[in-house]
């Protein structure tokens, strides 16, 4: 069943027309209304299977059509390449009640010595208008995108451990200054918010990244702009940052400036 119309999806929920549907008047515009249990998933390598649990807060029924890929957002349901299967796939939603989807390891090879990333995908569309409605109605299909971390066993520390882990270089860029992250740890690093405070004053990086960019992968590094910072002399600078834990929770930390 082709119900995915082709997007770009620039944040965590995105709105794009459903094939057939578009008109040329809007009479209102709707809201996605299918909540996923949880801001991200989190898959330990030995379980044989996770939930996700759907729940339905629409006042008429919906068809959710969920798969996983591996950061390409573009990429249609059925050409996606990874170890997953969600099950079911595709689902009607009744008004007010709950689905458990089902992630299912299909047991090829993953790094043991760190996490992989994947991303779980829910479209919701909502059923055709009807009669005079059909007419005067612009009708939308919801995406969200949540994180899947693929956690091996026996990594060598808690995943509660690794921001303070971090470290945090201060450098040049084309536009001015900004921010190295590097992330020695087996974790995936995702951050609410980041700052850095020199001489009495904060300079935080850009709002309005993606999920995928306000994040560091296990041995990798991310860089922060930071369009206020006109100098890189401040003495005592810290930074100043929130991650989010598995059950999505913030904790904030603070770290000084490497050398």
Partial sequence: MNILFRLRAASRISAIVVVGLMTTTVAETSQ?????????VIY????????????SKNQT?????????????NIAPEKASVPFVATPPIFRLEPGKQQVVRLIYTGEPLPTDKESLFWLNMLEVPPKAQGD?????????????????????????DPTQAAEKLRWELVAEQQGFALRVTNPTPYN?????????AGGQRHAKPTGQTAAQNMVA?????????PGLKSSSASGALVEFKTINDLGSVTAYSAKISP
Avoid: C, H, M
Avoid at 32 to 40: E, Q, Y
Avoid at 218 to 226: D, E, I, K, R, T
């Fill in 189 to 197: 690093i995702s951050f609410d918010s980041v700052e850095l405070v």
């Fill in 133 to 157: 409605e059909a007419s005067s109605q612009l009708q939308l299909a919801f995406r969200t995108r949540l994180k899947v971390f693929f956690r091996p066993r026996n990594l060598p520390y």
């Fill in 218 to 226: 296990p041995g990798a590094s991310n860089l922060f702009s930071l």
């Fill in 32 to 40: 996605a209304g299918v909540v996923i249990s949880g801001t991200r």
């Fill in 44 to 55: 330990p390598a030995e379980q044989k299977d996770v939930s996700v649990w759907f729940q």
């Fill in 61 to 73: 029924p919906v068809l959710v059509q969920v798969w996983l890929d591996d950061g390409d957002e």
